[in-house]
């Protein structure tokens, strides 16, 4: 890497704050959902009207859906055009205020609040006794016009059946400001997993006994297409 490179590089590991994402970009999609990536690209490439709206994307669907590669690459991008991004989740953000105290949690908090884009990865995984916070963070996204780029792997249905007040405001702010997008495992990816658990299976089966699927056996990754309350998409 020359130089430009390795200052390209530093800029999104920055803004992903971690290096296993920096290389998902528009550049290695593999195109596997074709679909998504041109939705994401559509974003990027229109962004400055995206920001002056406060507009954003919420991303729902299962493990191997690639929802976690196409915030990357939107991040990614945005970066490299030179806007302040920030992925992360809000579980890593209530760790991180934990550590806090004070001015410290406001000036954290003042941070998270003061970008051009913010991602959060993973909605509705932290659990409702944070809702508080996540509120003040979604609230005042919305307040300034940052977009949010939001994944879950919730349906939509499934995060808005809760009686707490602060979640539904924190979801109507959402839906106001995001558009929803279902993403489905690419019929690739499930062959992929199933591959690799016929190769485990293989290896660890000797000699036998074997074990036999129950006969209502149902793909992991075909659970997301069945809504059930408040159940997390596998």
Known sequence: MNVEELVKREYRRMALGTDRLCD???????????????????????????????MGLMLFGGTGAGKTYA???IVNALTDAGYHCMYTSLLKIYTRLSTLYG??????????????????????????????????IINACYEK?????????YHK?????????????????????????Q?????????MVREQLDRTEKLLRGPGPYYEEPERFTEPCEEYRKPKQMKLIK
């Open 183 to 191: 993403v489905h495992v690419p019929q690739s990816r499930r062959y």
């Open 157 to 181: 249905e499934s995060l808005a059946n809760t009686h707490n007040p602060q979640r539904l405001t924190a979801l109507s702010r959402l839906w106001e400001r995001c558009a929803c997008v």
């Open 24 to 54: 998902c970009d528009f550049a290695h999609d593999n195109g596997e959902n074709p679909i998504l990536t041109d939705i994401c690209q559509h974003y990027v490439t229109n962004f400055k009207e995206m920001k002056a709206k406060g």
């Open 71 to 73: 915030v990357a690459e």
């Open 103 to 136: 001015d410290g949690r406001q000036a954290y908090l003042d941070k998270i609040c003061s970008q051009d884009l913010l991602a959060l990865d993973e909605y509705g995984s932290e659990g409702e006794n944070n809702n508080q916070t996540a509120l003040y």
């Open 145 to 153: 016009n940052i977009p949010l780029i939001v994944t879950s792997h």
